[in-house]
């Protein structure tokens, strides 16, 4: 009994994470054409925008880009997850939710652009290579790559996040009514 309850727990994770992977890779594209529209329309994404204090690290123009991008794609991924993935939008508020979701999201675009700094500066250890990514094409572009991997390393925080906090209304036996209220 407790072996198939949880061989039955184990499934619907594995589908909810299924789930919010389809919806995950439909906010990469949403984020990755805001990107590139980003990059084609405004300034050279390696210039300095606010110089930091310590050190030759400063906020960037791809990290603009990059964190515009985020807000576009989690607007996107948090109603597509709201209303297929965790089927939340009977149980409580939009806001009561998107709110969490924001919040999550930010600290794993956070955690982000730290890692897009580290790909993008020449003088990190983890630099994706000028040479191999040189921007000469879209598929040599360095900051689409480094978008990429920082989208495929945050992800997997981001979902345990959400589906603990953000859409913990759909769960246990006290879920909340449409008015927010308890059920």
């Known amino acids: 009994m407790i072996a198939e309850g949880l061989q039955d727990r184990v499934r619907r994770n594995l589908r909810l994470f299924g789930r919010f992977g389809v919806v995950g890779a439909s906010g990469v594209v949403v ?52 209303s297929w993935t965790f089927h939340s939008a009977k149980h409580a508020r939009w806001w009561a939710e998107y709110l969490p979701f924001l919040m999550v999201g930010l ?11 580290l790909l993008m500066h020449p003088g990190s250890a983890i630099a994706l290579s000028p040479e191999v990514f040189d921007d000469s094409t879209g598929f040599r572009t360095r900051l689409y790559w480094a978008q990429l991997v920082v989208i495929a390393l945050v992800t997997p925080l981001s979902f345990v996040l959400n589906k603990l906090w953000t859409f913990a209304a759909v769960r246990g036996p006290h879920r909340a009514q449409p008015d927010g209220g308890p059920g």
């Open 31 to 82: 984020n990755l054409v805001t990107l590139v529209l980003l990059k084609r329309l405004g300034p050279a994404p390696d210039l300095a925008v606010v110089g930091l204090p310590v050190g030759d690290y400063h906020v960037r123009w791809y990290h603009v880009f990059s964190t515009v991008a985020f807000l576009v794609a989690n607007l996107w991924n948090f109603q597509l997850n709201r």
């Open 107 to 117: 600290l794993a675009q956070m955690v982000g652009l730290v890692l897009l700094t």
